[in-house]
């Protein structure tokens, strides 16, 4: 039971902590992602994936449905998060003293963790 009670814990601080992210993006556009994008070389319309990274999946992860597929393209997302905002500084500590992709860092970490140890009792396709 506390097995279940820990993942749920984790699902939902990943899925919020993203949503918010998400939430920002609805509020205030895409227009600096679509920026990253086409720097690096990438179409425009790859942009708009930030929608589904940022929204789609963190609902999934919170609901528990299907939450180890969204996972792995949540880790994915932050993969593509960390290549187009960190190139050039993926090495560089920030002004705190921690590296500048901590959080991105930390979202992949977690996506895998949560990939790896799966949904829990708490899911809505929990088995």
Same mark, same amino acid.
């Given at each position: 039971?506390?097995?279940?009670?820990?993942?749920?814990?984790?699902?939902?601080?990943?899925?919020?902590?993203?949503?918010?992210?998400?939430?920002?993006?609805?509020?205030?556009?895409?227009?600096?992602?679509?920026? *990253?994008?086409?720097?690096?070389?990438?179409?425009?319309?790859?942009?708009?994936?930030? &929608?589904?990274?940022?929204?789609?999946?963190?609902? *999934?992860?919170?609901?528990?449905?299907?939450?180890?597929?969204?996972?792995?393209?949540?880790?994915?997302?932050?993969?593509?998060?960390?290549? *187009?905002?960190?190139?050039?500084?993926?090495?560089?500590?920030?002004?705190?003293?921690?590296?500048?992709?901590? *959080?991105?860092?930390?979202?992949?970490?977690?996506?895998?963790?949560?990939?790896?140890?799966?949904?829990?009792? &708490?899911?809505?396709?929990?088995?």
């Amino acid at each position: 039971m506390m097995n279940d009670i820990a993942k749920l814990i984790l699902r939902l601080t990943l899925g919020l902590m993203i949503l918010f992210h998400g939430f920002e993006k609805i509020i205030n556009g895409i227009k600096g992602v679509k920026q *990253l994008v086409v720097n690096a070389g990438l179409p425009e319309f790859f942009a708009y994936g930030v &929608y589904i990274g940022e929204l789609a999946l963190p609902i *999934l992860i919170i609901m528990g449905f299907y939450s180890r597929v969204a996972s792995v393209l949540l880790a994915f997302n932050m993969i593509m998060a960390i290549f *187009l905002a960190y190139y050039n500084s993926i090495f560089e500590l920030g002004k705190h003293g921690a590296p500048v992709i901590e *959080l991105p860092f930390l979202y992949f970490i977690i996506s895998v963790v949560v990939f790896l140890l799966g949904s829990g009792k &708490y899911a809505v396709n929990s088995k």
